[in-house]
């Protein structure tokens, strides 16, 4: 009897740095000198992601060349809407670092249901700093922002500890921030998205999360996408 090929899942993590390596290629073909700098960069950078989870979440499991491709990428698509006049040139330095940060967040959330301050507090410093020295005009709407998308998270976080986490809390400012530059109709979509997404990983992952729901990824993807999406000087 002749045995059955086993064909890789394209979906599990140990999958993704190969199926990631085979677009790069065809990619490649096409790309621009800045968008291979901006891949170059994004992999250096995520490859100091990578050091920084071993060293303060080392029960962190990334897959080969996890961060630092999925970092690459992100700064790709960066390089890419800005090449394009998508992104204004005022969103460069909030939106790098908020991909820097975002992928190794998410993964530490995901393995260990906890975010590093290590990585929270250099998210929390640098996204208000990055919005304002571009544009100082951004102060009043970053604060409205970070009061309406914090502040639900913290009284959350307060009536119901096990819910949201102190790591969850630390980042919904940062993110806040994020929202108000963009302008406050942006909060409750990336409230509805981030949502869908613990869902969806508490409907993925059923017997993973018996202690806990990771929010950090839902938080940081939806912010993100968003932040790509309505970018606007």
């Known amino acids: 009897m002749t045995t059955p090929t086993a064909h890789p899942n394209l979906l599990s993590p140990n999958a993704f740095p190969l199926t990631a390596l085979g677009l790069l290629v065809l990619a490649l073909a096409w790309a621009t000198p800045l968008q291979l700098c901006a891949l170059a960069a994004g992999y250096t950078t995520g490859a100091t992601a990578r050091h920084a989870l071993t060293r303060f979440s080392p029960q962190t ?44 967040l998410s993964l530490a959330d995901f393995h260990t249901l906890h975010l590093p301050r290590a990585l929270t507090i250099p998210l929390a410093i640098l996204t208000p700093t990055t919005l304002l020295i571009p544009a100082p005009n951004r102060l009043l709407p970053i604060l409205i922002g970070t009061t309406l998308f914090a502040l639900p998270h913290l009284a959350l976080h307060l009536l119901t500890p096990t819910t949201l986490s102190r ?48 929010h950090a990824p839902g938080m940081l993807a939806a912010t993100t996408a968003l932040a790509l999406l309505h970018a606007t000087p």
């Open 61 to 104: 499991r990334a897959g080969p060349h996890a961060p630092e491709l999925a970092t690459g990428l992100l700064w790709t698509l960066i390089a890419t809407l800005w090449q394009h006049n998508t992104i204004p040139t005022t969103w460069l330095p909030p939106l790098l670092t908020l991909t820097a940060l975002t992928v190794p």
């Open 167 to 214: 790591g969850d809390v630390i980042i919904a400012f940062p993110l806040g921030a994020i929202h108000g530059a963009l302008g406050p109709a942006t909060i409750l979509p990336a409230v509805l998205l981030a949502a869908l997404t613990s869902l969806a990983l508490a409907t993925t992952f059923p017997h993973r999360f018996t202690q806990g729901i990771p």
